[in-house]
Nanobody, 124 residues
């Protein structure tokens, strides 16, 4: 069974750092684009960052650019999101997702596989 499992969320203070992990199992996701999304209470799920398998290129939402870094270890079938200088507005459930092709996309509807989410709470 193809599965994505996030970990690494938690409660931190503003300015702190966290690293989220997304472990893939079932199929090898190294050939596919993967991304991180987040959803705050009462809001729609929004794009955070994505990585292109073939080129290794990355793309970030303006709100996290310069603070978050997406990366992947294809040998471990794991994707990461390093989050620095966290702000209270970063509070959300963070989801990892994978596409069925190599190019990243900004829309959640373009991603076929999803993890269960991990809560990130940033206190002021």
């Amino acid at each position: 069974q193809d599965q994505l499992v996030e970990s690494g969320g938690g409660l931190v203070q503003a300015g702190d750092s966290l690293r989220l992990s997304c472990a893939a199992s079932g199929r090898t996701f190294s050939r596919y684009a993967m991304g991180w999304f987040r959803q705050a209470p009462g809001k729609e799920r929004e794009f955070v960052a994505a990585i292109n398998w073939s080129s290794g290129s990355t793309y970030y939402a303006d709100s996290v650019k310069g603070r978050f870094t997406i990366s992947r270890d294809n040998a471990k079938n794991t994707m990461y999101l390093q989050m620095n200088k966290l702000k209270p507005e970063d509070t959300a459930v963070y989801y990892c997702a994978a596409r069925n092709s190599a190019g990243w996309r900004l829309s959640a509807s373009e991603y076929a596989y999803w993890g269960q989410g991990t809560q990130v709470t940033v206190s002021s």
